[in-house]
């Protein structure tokens, strides 16, 4: 059995910690009951190509106690995805929210996957396939943090940021 390959990807979100669980989950919700799609962009795989491939997946993220920290209470969102074909594996991650300032926060998405086809998906993996799983988590949290600040300058009544241009 191919062993699991580990990845992590982080970004920050425009918007107070006291809010972002409440925003995350809304994501994840909308995401849930429409369905959701994760994408990759092209220049991950290639710098000089532009365009992104897309394949949809089933969402599901549940908040739960995280432990990670011994002595501080936190929460966090145990999430995974499943795509329904065995050429793109399913993943199963724990995303992370933390303080980054008064204004920020801090999402970490960390997660495992098993790449598919035996020895020669594992060659693969270690090939380009690692890089593409960040790159597909990469895009997620782009998403989210994304969706984030839209819902924090809604709130504020403002426009939401230039960088803020993708959903879920």
């Known amino acids: 059995m191919t062993p699991l390959s580990r990845v992590t990807a982080q970004r920050v979100a425009r918007c107070p910690f006291s809010v972002a669980f409440e925003y995350a989950a809304g994501f ?6 429409r369905g959701a799609d994760v994408g ?50 399913d ?18 998405l960390e997660g495992e996957y098993r790449a598919p086809f035996g020895a020669l998906g594992a060659a693969f993996d270690a090939l380009i396939g ?8 990469c895009d997620l949290l782009d998403r989210l943090t994304g969706e ?9 009544g403002g426009a939401p940021s230039a960088a803020s241009g993708t959903t879920a």
């Open 148 to 156: 984030m600040e839209r819902r924090q300058a809604s709130l504020r």
């Open 130 to 137: 690692r890089r593409i799983a960040r790159a597909t988590m």
């Open 28 to 33: 994840f919700r909308e995401a849930a009951e």
């Open 40 to 89: 990759l962009p092209l220049r991950a795989l290639v710098p000089t190509l532009g365009g992104r491939l897309h394949k949809p997946v089933q969402i599901e993220a549940m908040r739960r106690p995280d432990d990670a920290e011994p002595g501080r209470a936190h929460d966090a969102f145990e999430a995974c995805w499943t795509a329904g074909t065995r050429f793109f594996p």
């Open 91 to 108: 993943f199963r991650g724990t995303l992370r929210l933390r303080i980054a300032s008064v204004d920020e926060t801090l999402l970490t």
